[in-house]
Each structure stands twice: as C-alpha cells, then as structure tokens.
C-alpha cells in the first residue's frame, strides 16, 4: 500500500472521525462506525476509494540533488 493521504488530509480525517465517533457514542447510532474508518485510514495513510477514484493527496517526495 503506497501512502495517498497527505498532512492536511490526514488532520481533517482525525478531527472528523474522533467527532463522528463521540456522536455516534452520544446518540447511539452506528454512524459512528462511518468515524472508525475516517481514522483508520488516517493511521495507515491508505484510503482505497482515493485509489478507485485515482486521487492522492501524498506530497511525491522529490529526488536528492547529487553534486
């Protein structure tokens, strides 16, 4: 797996997931599931509907400059 989530994606998926989790937590819904794989995707840096869809947003790192 090729990482294809990036810095600031990973933070929106964090804030997002831990709050749909405490809200699925408070009411009592299974929507708080939908935050479980928001934050797993943010631990492993892999999201695989970004893979079907062609997306990434990992910074390519650049190659070292040999003098």
């Known amino acids: 797996m090729q990482c294809n989530v990036g810095k600031v ?29 928001l934050a797993g995707t943010e631990v492993f840096g892999f999201c695989l509907l970004y893979v079907l869809l062609g997306i990434s947003t990992c910074k390519k790192s650049e190659p070292s400059q040999k003098q």
């Not at 933070?11 to 809200?23: A, E, M, P, S, Y």
């Not at 937590?25 to 929507?31: A, E, R």
Request: proline share 0%; aromatic share 14%.
């Open 9 to 37: 994606d990973k933070w929106i998926r964090i804030v997002l997931g831990t709050l749909i989790i405490v809200l699925g937590v408070v009411y009592q819904s299974w929507w708080g599931l939908l935050g479980l794989v």
